[in-house]
């Protein structure tokens, strides 16, 4: 007999050794386990990871991706906090806080991130100025020795952190406007004191006012978004007349009332130290225009400004009447594309630089120069050295109509602006035109002759019947001199000889489309009344063309035009656009065809491979890029 003491079955029925339990093979396999496993790893150890990953982990934040930084954390493990800041964020912001007094740069990073993450979750604006104030701190401090290292990748964060600060803690309730106005707001610890000097929010004969924040704005339709990293809030501003008087009226006369204006808000905190430890914080609202400043001063030392021209353009675009215009005004030309005489700008006057005149073509408008606008005012060479005006038309409108009211309103400009002539840039303006609006641009730097009244008179305008003020409109309509002003004149796709679409059966739906302006057309009719014997052609004249018909090859206005030498001394560049391949005189861009683009005087000619509206093509702007770089180098 067997005794049990030193024999037993298992689980299948098979008798084992009495002291080889399961329970004991099982320790022995897991102490095996621990053995090989102490074998290739130790507790502590480093092995090569996924290089963004690791990437990842050391440079995620906030802002980027909602978990604090390796150095917030790092902060909060050294002193035990990480998992009670989780549960009581206020208390230990409070504690880690202090007295507010000598806090290390480390401290105040974490804290300006610290505050600005429970802020996010809690929604309370006090926390976010904290997050901005903490940040100031860190970023500018009083003594130029506590500054952190350029290269700290800290700083980039502690910027964002003081704009966007700024940005959640000054907005109002609905969250669509900043508020910039002289009081008090909370602080966790205390009170921010803002005070805010009106004089700093007038511009160009406005006063600044709504102010948006556009750095969280998605841009579409405009190939890139350009903006400048730096401290402040970027807000598009709106605007209402400010003062008045001849000087302020002059200043606000060519800027339109909708337009908003890029801008950067600056909270200049006077005792930042001082205030983080006494609990009052006083803070100056600083207001820069982009066109005017992009950096700021603070301590002897210059900080870029944080500027989001790009977003603001598109936001001034956003649902902009101004697309209304382009088929609205073409169709029916009696209305009003804008108020005034069509020329307008982006920015106040600006002396000392040159004068870029950007004109639209056929069924178009101002808005259509967007990307380019996008492109060349924010080319740190271009930008400080040329200021850009747009002129809009009615572009079914008689070509000679349309250049007389350009011709008119470049005059005075020119007139009211500079009116000693003692700015020499003045007199070295730039003209870009588009399709028609290149043909508008020639107008201005030709000596017509008598060229365009022979087409439709055949006896000399002083002897013809009409009244003083038909006159002066005959004669500011069919007689052109050169601008002395204008240097320069950009050709884009523009129809010298005239449009193969301005013909047929195009033609026939534009003249039927088409309703021109009822005092022109009854004045029109009237002067051919009065003066049968006077008209070349009758038949010719029995309605009033439109733009279309000047357009047409072959119509006796595109001819006298093509016909007339541009003044000598004027720069001339072309860009021709063409579709397909093959030689070039056998290519067209599908409005306007190569031979009737070309011009033989021109300095330099741009082919470019897109089809008519190739204003804002790359291979387009590239070259009116280097064609003003040369102008403003003074080639």
């Known amino acids: 007999m067997i005794s049990v ?3 037993a079955k298992d689980a299948s029925g098979t008798r084992r050794p009495a002291g080889r339990s399961t329970s004991g093979q099982r320790l022995i396999v897991l102490l095996a386990a621990l053995f090989l496993a102490s074998a290739c790893a130790t507790p502590i150890g480093a092995v090569h990871g996924n290089r963004q990953e690791v990437y990842r982990s050391l440079t995620s934040n906030i ?3 909602g978990e604090l930084s390796a150095s917030t954390q790092q902060e909060l493990r050294r002193l035990g906090l990480a998992e009670r800041f989780e549960e009581e964020p206020e208390a ?3 504690e880690l806080r202090d007295s507010g007094s000598e806090l290390s740069p480390d401290r105040l990073f974490a804290l300006a991130e610290l505050s600005f993450a429970y802020a996010d979750k809690s929604h309370q604006p006090e926390y976010f100025l904290a997050a901005s104030v903490y940040a100031y701190a860190y970023l500018l401090p009083a003594k130029r020795a506590d500054a952190p290292r350029p ?8 910027a964002d952190l003081y704009n966007l600060g700024l940005t959640f803690g000054l907005k109002t309730p609905d969250g669509n406007l900043v508020v910039l106005e002289t009081g008090q707001r909370p602080l966790p610890f205390g009170t921010l004191e803002l005070t805010v000097n009106p004089k700093e929010f007038l511009w160009g004969g406005y006063r600044l006012n709504t102010f948006v924040p556009v750095a969280e704005f998605e841009v579409r339709g405009l190939r890139n978004r350009y903006r400048q990293a730096g401290i402040g809030v970027p807000l598009a501003a709106s605007l209402t007349p400010a003062g008045e008087g001849a000087s302020v009226e002059a200043a606000r006369k060519r800027i339109p009332p909708r337009l908003k204006v890029s801008v950067t808000a600056f909270v200049r905190i006077e005792n930042v130290e001082e205030g983080i430890e006494s609990g009052t914080v006083r803070g100056r609202v600083e207001l820069y225009p982009t066109d005017e400043a992009t950096t700021v001063q603070v301590g002897g030392v210059k900080v870029p400004l944080e500027e989001e021209p790009t977003a603001t353009l598109a936001y001034l675009l956003e649902g902009s009447p101004v697309w209304e215009t382009e088929l609205g005004g073409f169709l029916s030309p009696q209305r009003q594309v804008l ?5 307008f700008m982006l920015h106040p006057y600006q002396p000392g630089r040159i004068p870029v005149v950007l004109i639209h073509g056929t069924a178009s408008s101002p808005a259509r120069w967007a990307e380019m606008l996008n492109e060349l005012d924010n080319d740190p060479v271009v930008r400080e050295r040329v200021q850009f005006w747009l002129f809009t038309y009615n572009t079914s409108n008689p070509i000679l109509l349309s250049a007389n009211l350009l011709r008119e309103a470049l005059e005075k400009a020119v007139a009211d602006l500079d009116p000693d002539g003692r700015d020499p840039a003045m007199r070295r303006m730039v003209l870009i035109g588009h399709s028609q609006g290149g043909l508008l641009a020639r107008l201005m730097v030709t000596d017509s002759g008598t060229r365009f009244w022979n087409n439709v008179s055949k006896v000399p305008l002083s002897e013809l019947k009409v009244t003083p003020e038909q006159h002066e409109l005959l004669e500011g309509t069919f007689f052109f001199k050169p601008l002395p002003f204008v240097s320069r004149v950009i050709f884009i796709a523009t129809p010298h000889r005239g449009s193969f679409r301005a013909t047929g059966f195009v033609l026939d739906i534009v003249r039927w489309l088409v309703t021109l302006p009822v005092k022109l057309v009854r004045d029109f009719g009237d002067l051919v009344q009065q003066n049968p014997d006077a008209i070349v052609s009758r038949d010719a004249l029995k309605r009033m063309p439109t733009a279309v018909d000047n357009m047409s090859p072959g119509n006796p206005f595109i001819k006298a035009l093509s016909s007339s030498p541009i003044a000598p001394g004027v720069k001339v560049n072309s860009i021709v656009a063409v579709l397909g391949e093959g030689p070039l005189t056998s290519l067209g861009d599908s409005v306007v065809r190569y031979d009737s683009a070309h011009l033989e005087s021109a300095q330099s000619e741009k082919v470019v ?12 702007i590239e070259e009116v890029r280097r064609i003003l770089r040369e102008q403003v180098s003074g080639k």
């Open 151 to 158: 290269v700290d990748p800290r700083n980039r964060l502690a």
């Open 339 to 343: 108020s005034g005489d069509g020329l």
């Open 63 to 65: 802002l980027s991706a």
């Open 609 to 620: 491979r897109s089809s008519h509206s190739t204003q804002g093509e790359p291979a387009t």
């Open 92 to 94: 230990v912001l409070a």
């Open 5 to 7: 003491a030193h024999q």
